[in-house]
């Protein structure tokens, strides 16, 4: 089945007793047990599992083409469930340009439990070779990458890891499963923040786990799921699900609408660089036509004039709103060094653009005008 189709009927089956089509939400934190103390249901408690979580994991699975999947309450939940199926003194090998919060808990949180992490340049596979150590038991990618969308060839560092016996894990959060497989290209995990694309309205945080294999390390990131208990709400569940029927359409409409806005940036006069991996003049084109079926919705501008430059069309913009986060059907624009803090690597005259599902040329119109 193609992915619309997935993304359509995935997890979701009419309900045997009221022949409802769209699934209920099932808020019961405990489910009834048979007297000889066995579940013929299969749930027993909401925090091991539930069945909108279930619904959401088998929909998750499908779409990647992963054998299981396990949803969280955030992606860094399930990023750290992943990190915690690990043992201390283990290796990771991590972009340094991911996502901040996922670097922040491998600097921070997770070095304190004696994770040691190399920070590479994804884009560069002779630097993840070199980084690679005899202990190294996790390879971590995001691709487009952070807010320079750069792109990391899946398939080529994907023969690193696995050549080391490491796990090897993409977050497809950008690309999402739609334009972008990870499983295929050689990872055993993908990570999601369903916070962003998959629930496509921003009003709803969520995460995911999907394996390629239902193995021990998978088994480890459930346990983690269910002892922990970092999990989404049957109704967060529901959302998100609900998002997913759209997803591909969405997806194709954002891309089509960061093109076009894209192609305007760059032929700016006011705008010194555009970072949109569907250009022709993003420095790794050639690997996002290879590995991607479209480009996404995000992109970055860097101003000329630098920072306070940046912050006046962040004051002028009248369509876009000013707030972090992306994937959701409004655009959004953020001037990314001053949200990322201290440690950032973004340059202080860019602006990060979440495009959303607004007309194309209304964007643009409104991005004419903040730049002046
Ligand atoms: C690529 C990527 N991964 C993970 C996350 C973390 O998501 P959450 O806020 O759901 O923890 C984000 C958040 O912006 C992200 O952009």
Redesign the pocket.
Known sequence: MRIETVAVHAGTHVDPGTGAVTQAIHPSTTFERDPDGSYPRGFLYSRNNNPNREALEECLAALEGGAAAAA????????SAVLLALEPGDHVVAPMD??H??SRLLRETFARWKLDTTFVDMTDVAAVRAAMRANTRLVWV?TP??PLWKITDIAAIGEIARAAGACYVC?N??ATPVLQSPLKLGADLV??????YLGGHGDV???AVVSRVADDLFERIRGVQASVGAVPSPFDCWLVLRGIRTLPWRMRAHSDNALKVATFLAAHPRVEAVHYPGLPSHPQAGVARRQMTGFGGMLSAQVRGGREAAFAVERKVRIFTCA???GGTESLLEHRASVEGAATRSPDNLLRLSIGLEHADDLIEDLGQALG
Do not use: M, Q, R
């Open positions: 969280f309450s955030s992606a860094s939940a399930a990023t991911a996502y919060g996922t995001e990458s952070n977050d959060t950008t990570v999601h923040a369903t916070t962003k945080l969520g995460g972090t986060s992306f």
